[in-house]
């Protein structure tokens, strides 16, 4: 019996760790595209700030994540989009069709949609092979967003407003309708809290404006002389900003912290030391139940030692 209850309480505690390990790993780390010094940086949970990778970039811009874990990257000068894997090799993921791109936001599917300069969003499939998305209805597109309707959100930095393209039966319509007209002057980056609530900043106004899921816009956040940029929520509801910094400071990123099912206006100086920094990407989170299945795994195999321990 006590050998019994011993394995089973091994067996148990080996699953809980295995279960409990994804919320603890380095799936929260902040990824940033430091475009003043070409390198894209990793940020941990106490903000320390170190380079992730810098070969091959050129001005990274926007950041997105793949649901493998591969890190995409835009870049300006020359347009393209670098794929990274987890030990941040790179390599070119596409170049055509691209216009000095700047915001990234993957599908469901798998399919990488970039904000282009010419007024244009162009969808590449997981082979890099690119097709013109959408082509009316956008001035100078910046941020991009999914909901978890799979709606994809665009905002449009000359006309201040945010476009919503439709999802229906599987299928994203390229024909956009404006969604929300922004309170702010040039809106950035797109970001969506798990409410369906949408946030985008304003260089020009140094604010964060947020949408209601009705497309009723309010000023956020204000007075962020550091210039915001792109946004990004972690898993637990936290709101990051990147700030590209003045004359007198260097870029840095602004928190604002969720608690108690609310997200503070009061933004808190989450890292430093950042040269220029734009797009912000957080590594995905391992599904849990792809782990509850390694679990119930090793469970098994301390199962069936016992069996053979007890028969034997």
């Given at each position: 019996?006590?050998?019994?209850l011993?394995?089973?309480?091994?067996?148990f505690?080996?699953?809980?760790?295995?279960?409990?390990?994804?919320?603890t790993?380095?799936?929260?780390n902040l990824?940033?595209?430091?475009?003043?010094?070409?390198?894209?940086?990793?940020?941990?949970?106490s903000?320390?700030?170190?380079?992730?990778?810098?070969?091959?970039?050129?001005?990274p811009?926007?950041?997105?994540?793949?649901?493998?874990?591969?890190?995409?990257?835009?870049g300006?000068?020359?347009p393209?989009?670098?794929?990274?894997?987890?030990?941040?090799?790179?390599t070119?993921?596409?170049?055509?069709?691209?216009a000095?791109?700047?915001?990234l936001?993957?599908?469901?599917?798998?399919?990488?949609?970039?904000?282009?300069?010419?007024?244009?969003?162009?969808?590449?499939?997981?082979?890099?092979?690119?097709t013109?998305?959408?082509?009316?209805?956008?001035?100078?597109?910046?941020?991009?967003?999914?909901?978890?309707a799979?709606?994809?959100?665009?905002?449009?930095?000359?006309?201040?407003?945010?476009?919503?393209?439709?999802?229906?039966?599987?299928?994203?319509?390229?024909?956009?309708t404006?969604?929300?007209?922004?309170?702010?002057?040039?809106?950035?980056?797109?970001?969506?809290?798990?409410?369906?609530?949408?946030?985008?900043?304003?260089?020009?106004?140094g604010?964060?404006?947020?949408?209601?899921?009705?497309?009723?816009?309010?000023?956020?956040?204000?007075r962020?002389?550091?210039?915001?940029?792109?946004?990004?929520?972690?898993?637990a509801?936290?709101?990051?900003?990147?700030?590209l910094?003045?004359?007198?400071?260097?870029?840095?990123i602004?928190?604002?912290?969720?608690?108690?099912?609310?997200?503070?206006?009061?933004?808190t100086?989450?890292?430093?030391?950042?040269?220029?920094?734009?797009?912000?990407?957080?590594?995905p989170?391992?599904?849990?139940?792809?782990?509850?299945?390694?679990?119930?795994?090793?469970?098994?195999?301390?199962?069936?030692?016992?069996?053979?321990?007890?028969?034997s």
């Amino acid at each position: 019996m006590k050998a019994s209850l011993a394995v089973s309480t091994a067996s148990f505690a080996i699953s809980l760790l295995l279960l409990i390990a994804p919320v603890t790993s380095r799936a929260d780390n902040l990824f940033v595209a430091n475009g003043g010094n070409n390198t894209i940086d990793e940020i941990n949970s106490s903000g320390t700030v170190t380079v992730f990778t810098s070969s091959g970039l050129a001005v990274p811009y926007g950041l997105a994540f793949d649901s493998a874990g591969n890190l995409y990257a835009a870049g300006d000068y020359p347009p393209s989009i670098d794929e990274m894997d987890s030990s941040g090799t790179v390599t070119v993921f596409a170049t055509s069709g691209l216009a000095y791109v700047s915001f990234l936001a993957f599908d469901s599917a798998g399919n990488l949609y970039a904000a282009n300069s010419n007024n244009t969003i162009e969808k590449f499939n997981s082979s890099g092979v690119g097709t013109v998305f959408a082509n009316s209805g956008l001035f100078f597109p910046r941020g991009l967003a999914f909901d978890s309707a799979g709606n994809l959100y665009a905002v449009n930095y000359d006309m201040n407003s945010i476009e919503k393209f439709g999802s229906s039966g599987g299928v994203l319509n390229s024909n956009g309708t404006t969604f929300a007209s922004s309170v702010l002057d040039g809106p950035q980056g797109l970001a969506i809290d798990s409410a369906g609530n949408l946030y985008t900043a304003s260089l020009v106004y140094g604010a964060i404006e947020e949408v209601s899921t009705s497309g009723v816009g309010r000023v956020f956040a204000s007075r962020l002389y550091g210039g915001p940029s792109a946004l990004a929520f972690d898993s637990a509801g936290n709101l990051y900003v990147s700030m590209l910094g003045s004359n007198s400071t260097s870029g840095y990123i602004e928190e604002f912290n969720f608690s108690g099912g609310v997200l503070s206006s009061n933004g808190t100086v989450f890292a430093t030391g950042l040269d220029g920094p734009q797009g912000l990407a957080f590594q995905p989170v391992p599904e849990p139940s792809a782990w509850a299945l390694v679990a119930l795994g090793i469970g098994a195999v301390f199962g069936g030692w016992h069996l053979r321990h007890r028969s034997s």
